[in-house]
């Protein structure tokens, strides 16, 4: 079942998705993707489970959310290669013309990780060819751009 949630405000920081009730503010709907981190998992590819985002993708495109957060665990390592496979399962998500707003996990904290996420996850930032598309006001501490961050969404 699908819910519409009319919020203030979605902030997304530390692993959590907060919606705050609102009567004026717009409704739309978002998805929430657990860790996709594993080891030998099949249908994997790089420590991610390819099979499973693969999966909740077509779930999340089925029922048109506008975005989808991923609560952390990206990938088991955080190495580039994972990094990028995980980077890649999310191109179906934005073919389909959704929002894909990541968080860091522990397996994703070397210093290395953190440089690949910024690159491949502009949209974190408000920027790059991945925009949420109705984000305004994206806040990030200037010390971590895109790795802790909040927005509104569609005026809320």
Same mark, same amino acid.
């Given at each position: ?28 709907s978002f998805g ?39 609560? +952390? ?5 955080? =190495?580039?290669? #994972?990094?990028? /496979?995980? %980077?890649?399962?999310? *191109?179906? @998500? &934005?073919?389909?013309?959704? +929002?894909?707003?990541?968080l860091r996990g =522990?397996?994703? #904290?070397?210093? /290395?990780? %953190?440089?690949?996420? *910024?690159? @491949? &996850?502009?949209?974190?930032?408000g920027t790059g ?17 895109? @790795? ?9």
């Open positions: 079942m699908q819910t519409k949630f009319k919020v203030t405000n979605l902030v997304v920081a530390l692993g959590i998705a907060v919606a705050m009730p609102n009567a004026m503010a717009a409704s739309f929430v993707m657990a860790d996709t981190q594993w080891q030998n998992f099949p249908g994997g590819e790089n420590t991610v489970a390819t099979g499973i985002i693969d999966s909740l993708n077509t779930q999340f495109i089925n029922s048109k959310v506008d975005f989808v957060v991923q609560v +952390g665990d990206l990938s088991d390592n955080g =190495n580039s290669a #994972a990094m990028t /496979t995980r %980077a890649n399962h999310a *191109q179906a @998500l &934005y073919d389909a013309g959704i +929002g894909f707003m990541p =522990n397996h994703e #904290a070397s210093a /290395t990780a %953190a440089t690949q996420f *910024q690159s @491949l &996850y502009q949209q974190t930032q060819s991945h925009a949420l598309a109705g984000a305004t006001n994206f806040s990030s501490p200037t010390t971590m751009p895109g @790795l802790s961050y909040s927005y509104n969404y569609k005026g809320c």
